[in-house]
């Protein structure tokens, strides 16, 4: 069967199966910022924009899409010139390995479009369906704060600087605990 969606923008017909999910059209077509982690719905790591709204495409039946509009991490920003939150992520060093950072921002996006002067606990809500297995959450949750701080100020965001966030591994690492439930801990990076 054939899906008619926009993808960043673009008009694009892809083929696919009933059976394929949201995320199992966009890998193959090249998207593959989002990635798969636990693919049920566990982990965030999937995490797209449908019609501006944050959903876990592994679980995303690719026949609900028909006619939506989807952004993925791709259409954020380019390498060279990243969006102001990837750029907040950066220099918040924010990352370690990278795999759950397009899922995390795609969410942290659409909770700044949202509620653009969130606080800590909003923030911490707002991803608690987002996993991280490395940074301990704390430098995650202050990058999108830093993040909210540059849009509402319209602070100019130096365009250099690159990322683990776009790995096309397929593999991912174990998941453990979430942004609410695991404070950070003492050597938290
Ligand atoms: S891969 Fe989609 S939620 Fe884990
Ligand atoms: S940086 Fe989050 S899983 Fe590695």
């Known amino acids: 069967m054939e899906i008619e969606l926009e993808i960043n923008g673009v008009e694009r017909t892809?083929?696919?199966?009933?059976?394929?999910?949201?995320?199992?059209?966009?890998?193959?077509?090249?998207y593959t910022g989002?990635?798969?982690?636990?693919?049920t719905g566990a982990c965030g790591f999937c995490t797209v924009h449908?019609?501006?709204e944050p959903v876990k495409s592994c679980v995303e039946p690719v026949t609900k899409v028909q006619d939506a509009s989807v952004e993925t991490i791709e259409g954020l920003g380019e390498?060279?010139?990243?969006?102001?939150?990837?750029?907040?992520?950066?220099?918040?060093?924010?990352?370690?390995?990278?795999?759950?950072?397009p899922g995390m921002i795609m969410r942290a996006t659409a909770l700044l479009e949202a509620n653009p002067d969130?606080?800590?606990?909003?923030?911490?809500?707002?991803?608690?369906?987002?996993?991280?297995?490395?940074?301990?959450?704390?430098k995650i949750v202050?990058?999108?704060?830093?993040?909210?701080?540059?849009?509402?100020?319209?602070?100019?965001?130096?365009?250099?600087?690159?990322t683990a966030m776009d790995s096309d591994s397929e593999t991912a690492p174990d998941t453990e605990c979430s942004v609410s439930d695991?404070?950070?801990?003492?050597?938290?990076q």
Request: net charge negative.
């Open 79 to 101: 390498q060279d010139d990243l969006h102001p939150i990837q750029q907040a992520f950066v220099d918040n060093t924010a990352l370690q390995c990278g795999f759950c950072i």
């Open 34 to 39: 989002a990635k798969r982690g636990c693919d």
């Open 14 to 30: 892809v083929e696919a199966s009933k059976a394929d999910s949201l995320l199992d059209v966009l890998r193959r077509n090249g």
């Open 182 to 188: 695991c404070g950070p801990t003492e050597g938290d």
């Open 50 to 52: 449908v019609d501006g």
């Open 118 to 138: 969130p606080t800590e606990q909003e923030v911490r809500e707002a991803l608690s369906d987002n996993l991280c297995r490395c940074t301990g959450y704390k």
């Open 142 to 162: 202050e990058a999108v704060l830093d993040a909210a701080d540059r849009t509402d100020s319209g602070t100019a965001v130096a365009a250099d600087g690159g």
